[in-house]
């Protein structure tokens, strides 16, 4: 099994996923990542996104909304939320939605003047609803 690695997925919730995988695609803060079996060790943020898997038997992927992903000789996902693609609702993406609104909201009226937070939860939001889209879910009816 040289060309896989170990691949572990978690949530607060849950355990999502552990299993030997090939290759994993990142959606890093700094832009999409593939960690393969040998990649160098880095420990990345990740932005909302669609993560995925590619296994011996097909690949999957998991909707996440931020969190991190250390990459060495395994990769190890800590998720702020993760959920299985194909059991996203549009009333879970729209949920999800909801919460980067009142995330950036909350920067507005904390943050006056300070561009910065504001920025990131406007980044947050706008990936959030990327997502969506990627996916034909719209984040509002």
């Given at each position: 099994?040289?060309?896989?690695?170990?691949?572990?997925l978690?949530?607060?919730?849950?355990?999502?996923?552990?299993q030997?995988?090939?290759?994993?695609?990142i959606?890093?803060?700094?832009?999409?990542?593939?960690?393969?079996?040998?990649?160098?060790?880095?420990?990345?943020?990740?932005?909302?996104?669609?993560?995925?898997?590619?296994?011996a038997?097909?690949?999957?992927?998991?909707?996440?909304?931020?969190?991190?992903?250390?990459?060495?000789?395994?990769?190890?996902?800590?998720?702020?939320?993760?959920?299985?693609?194909?059991?996203?609702?549009?009333?879970?993406?729209?949920?999800?939605?909801?919460?980067?609104?009142?995330?950036?909201?909350?920067?507005?009226?904390?943050?006056?003047?300070?561009?910065?937070?504001?920025?990131?939860?406007?980044?947050?939001?706008?990936?959030?609803?990327?997502?969506?889209?990627?996916?034909?879910?719209?984040?509002?009816?």
């Open positions: 099994m040289a060309n896989m690695m170990q691949f572990d978690v949530s607060p919730e849950k355990l999502l996923s552990s030997q995988v090939e290759a994993v695609l959606p890093g803060a700094d832009g999409d990542l593939m960690a393969m079996p040998g990649h160098a060790p880095v420990i990345t943020s990740l932005r909302p996104g669609i993560l995925r898997v590619q296994t038997a097909g690949s999957e992927e998991y909707v996440v909304t931020g969190g991190f992903a250390e990459i060495g000789e395994s990769v190890s996902v800590l998720a702020e939320k993760a959920v299985p693609s194909a059991e996203l609702t549009q009333e879970g993406f729209e949920a999800l939605v909801e919460e980067a609104k009142s995330a950036y909201g909350q920067a507005q009226d904390a943050f006056v003047n300070e561009p910065g937070p504001v920025d990131d939860a406007a980044k947050m939001l706008s990936d959030m609803v990327a997502v969506g889209d990627q996916m034909g879910l719209s984040g509002t009816r």
